[in-house]
């Protein structure tokens, strides 16, 4: 049986008489990439703050690695990673200097933090630039440390939104090799992107509209049920009934 590590039902969050995020109900689970889609204005931002354990919803009910969002959001920021869609490090602190400081933040041991370091420098190629301020990298360099940094103390769920905005193609498909790596030592990586060819790499994809979900399925499926040949032909059927814009 599935292990479920997000859980959420008719979740809703409203501003003043503007409902954000109106009623959704899914579930993810443990190890999975799941694909949280949607238009700027869809409502996906606000869904993606309460499940972080910033943002408290209006109604509707929520777990997030077991944790309830309205009173342990404590607790989940603790069982989880996330990746902003900007560049999230230290431009004036050199890679390992970077990666120590927030493992710092993530209460890693000591010791156990410097032998972690010294293996993702490694692992990432980075041992002759492991003295080098990060905002000297080229930003495909400064992704792959973000998000190797994101899940350095393991974390049950990591968040990513819009990781590979910027970064070439080469660099995205290599990002994505290192989720696959995530995902197959049972991390759960929900993740949303603006590239609809990155929804393919997904287990499954949801697709908000108006800041209710429109569509979940996995992406084989997603497109046989609306006959088309991608999943851009997808979003562009389901983004065309949206009645709110950006």
């Given amino acids: 049986m599935l292990e479920t590590v997000i859980h959420t039902e008719n979740l809703t969050k409203q501003f003043g008489d503007f409902t954000a995020v109106d009623a959704i109900t899914f579930d993810v689970y443990k190890g999975e990439i799941f694909g949280f889609l949607g238009a700027n204005g869809a409502g996906k931002t606000t869904a993606m703050r309460i499940l972080c354990g910033l943002l408290s919803p209006t109604s509707g009910e929520a777990k997030v690695a077991g944790f309830d969002v309205y009173k342990e959001s404590e607790d989940i920021k603790k069982h989880i990673g996330y990746m902003s869609q900007k560049f999230s490090l230290y431009n004036n602190l ?48 400064k992704q792959k440390i973000s998000f190797s940094t994101a899940i350095l103390h393991e974390p049950r769920i990591v968040f990513l939104d ?51 979900i429109a569509a979940l399925n996995n992406p084989s ?26």
């Fill in 162 to 212: 819009e990781p590979t905005g910027g970064v070439d193609p080469i660099t995205r498909r290599q990002f994505w090799d290192m989720i696959y790596e995530a995902s197959n030592r049972g991390i759960t990586v929900f993740v949303t992107t603006h590239y609809m060819d990155e929804a393919e790499y997904c287990d499954r994809v949801s697709i908000m509209v108006d800041g209710a």
């Fill in 94 to 141: 050199t890679v390992k200097e970077n990666i120590q400081f927030f493992g710092g933040i993530y209460g890693i041991e000591r010791k156990r933090l410097k032998e972690k370091t010294n293996e993702l420098i490694e692992r990432l190629g980075l041992v002759h630039e492991a003295d080098k301020l990060v905002g000297s990298l080229p930003l495909g360099w």
């Fill in 221 to 246: 499926d997603m497109k046989k049920d609306f006959g088309v040949k991608d999943m851009n032909d997808v979003f562009l059927e389901l983004a065309r009934g949206a009645k709110r814009g950006e």
